[in-house]
């Protein structure tokens, strides 16, 4: 069990020496997430402080949205860097992560409608579970959005893992380090994995009240989303100053050049 121990903690240094991460930072990246399920469970028994927590424009839901709009920009500016590295496939991909994110924010606030006063079109108020304006609480998108979030959490808690055993002996490329989260982020996806896996497969029909609580889970899905873009930004700064960034060695200064002992 020791030598168990000892390897999971050598394989979190290395993460985060890959990542150019300080013992605290990797800390609050993984606590963040507790922090925000446990703050759901202690505010349930008090009915005013959880319906402020995580109703409909509550701190949660306006969390998100916050999260979501600066994550709008992050994908954008990740996606031109890729762009100016030669990774076009990348760029593509995050620049329609960008877009993903900005719909899903307007999403989340129903398009203003709540801010604005307008009306739920009569043919959508028919078919929303809420009787708003957005189109996430519509039966079938519903459990096609929660399958998604399941399906990229998993990703995003498999992917660091087979880093640091299957794939332990490669070097990690730029594709890598915007492709594969940190191990520090494992937390903020499994939350919203294991709460939705539950939902999904235990206890398909509960209360308001119960359901509410996956404002918590998707507050740290986009935590998490939103700490890696950051943390992928920042390792693949300055690749394309080379005069082939697409075929050119990591510099000194570059993440990928930093070197882990994989011996231990």
Not at 118 to 139: R, S, V
Not at 211 to 228: D, H, N, P, R, T
Not at 233 to 238: D, F, L, N, P, T
């Amino acid at each position: 069990m020791s030598s168990i121990i000892a390897s999971v903690r050598d394989r979190l240094r290395d993460d985060a020496a890959e990542w150019r991460l300080a013992g605290w930072q990797v800390a609050a990246i993984a606590l963040a997430p507790v922090v925000v399920a446990l703050s759901g469970i202690v505010a349930f028994p008090f009915r005013g402080i959880y319906a402020v927590l995580a109703n409909e424009d509550g701190v949660v839901e306006w969390l998100q949205f916050g999260i979501l709009l600066v994550l709008i920009g992050t994908y954008a500016i990740l996606a031109r860097r890729l762009w100016r590295a030669d990774r076009r496939g990348l760029a593509v991909f995050y620049a329609l992560c960008s877009l993903a994110a900005l719909f899903i924010a307007g999403e989340e606030i129903s398009w203003g409608q709540r801010i604005l006063g307008f009306a739920t079109p009569d043919g959508l108020d028919a078919l929303n579970a809420q009787g708003e304006t957005n189109l996430h609480n519509i039966g079938l998108v519903t459990k096609v959005f929660n399958l998604v979030v399941v399906g990229l959490c998993a990703l995003a808690i498999l992917f660091p893992i087979l880093r640091w055993t299957g794939w332990r002996a490669t070097a990690r490329t730029m594709a890598g380090y915007v492709v594969v989260p940190p191990l520090a982020l494992i937390p903020a996806f499994a939350f919203p994995f294991a709460h939705r896996m539950i939902r999904l497969g235990l206890f398909p029909e509960v209360g308001e009240r119960i359901s509410k609580y996956a404002e918590f889970a998707e507050l740290s899905f986009y935590f998490g989303l939103l700490v890696f873009a950051w943390l992928a930004i920042r390792a693949v700064r300055g690749r394309w100053d080379a005069p082939d960034a697409s075929t050119s060695e990591p510099s000194a200064g570059d993440p990928a050049a930093i070197t882990v002992d994989r011996s231990r």
